[in-house]
Structures are given as structure tokens and as C-alpha cells.
């Protein structure tokens, strides 16, 4: 069974920098790659960034530049580095990750982790 999970979260000012972290147990990154989710209040989930099993990264226009993806193949742990945080960066972040059996790659069902809080205040 695969486990997700978020860490890193917390409160800054405007322009300040935050680096999350996504661990996950009985599934490698590596495989099929993993995306970082934003839940703003009042709006829907929506994808900040995502990366693929070859390492290649893309993001939200809106982070794009602010936001960098990284990752530790060794530790099976990828970051979300978040600089020049804004206000509207405020939500719980999610990384998520796909299902992987006999090689095959499954986007259906998602892997969720419960998320993060990052609170960003003038």
C-alpha cells in the first residue's frame, strides 16, 4: 500500500521562502513520477507542478520561476522549493503520486498525502 506524505508547511510574510517535502513508502518516484497540488480556500484543487519518471518538471505558469521541484532518488523524497511567496500562495499543498504495477503507470486513482499547511500573510 502506498503512503504519501507531506512536511514542511507553516506561516511566512510575503517574499519569504518555504521548502516542502514528499515522502512516500511502497512506491518510488522514479517510477512514474509525482505532482504537487495546491487547495486555495474556496477554490478547487489545482496541479502547481509535476515530475515525471525521466526527471523532466513542469510547473504553473503562476510559480513558475518562484517554485522549483527537486529531488532525492537515494531518499525517495521530492521537495518543493517556494520562494517570492505571495499571498495568494496560501492553501494546503498536496503531493500525489500514481499507481505503479507490473510497469505500468496508472493516473486513475491517485496516492494522496494530507497535505500541508503554508500560510502566507502581509
Known amino acids: 500500500q502506498v503512503q504519501v506524505e507531506e512536511s514542511g508547511g507553516g506561516s511566512v510574510q510575503t517574499g519569504g521562502s518555504l521548502k516542502l517535502s514528499c515522502a512516500a513508502s511502497g512506491y518510488i518516484f522514479t517510477n512514474c513520477g509525482m505532482d504537487w497540488y495546491r487547495q486555495v480556500p474556496r477554490k478547487e484543487r489545482e496541479l502547481i507542478s509535476s515530475i515525471d519518471y525521466s526527471g523532466t518538471i513542469r510547473y504553473r505558469d503562476s510559480v513558475k520561476g518562484r517554485f522549483t521541484v527537486s529531488q532525492d532518488v537515494d531518499k525517495n523524497m521530492v521537495f518543493l522549493q517556494m520562494n517570492s511567496l505571495e499571498i495568494e500562495d496560501t492553501g494546503v499543498y498536496y503531493c500525489?503520486?500514481?499507481?505503479?504495477?507490473?510497469?505500468?503507470?496508472?493516473?486513475?486513482?491517485?496516492?494522496w498525502g494530507k497535505g500541508t499547511q503554508v500560510t502566507v500573510s502581509s
Open positions: 500525489a503520486t500514481p499507481s505503479y504495477s507490473g510497469s505500468v503507470c496508472s493516473y486513475d486513482n491517485l496516492n
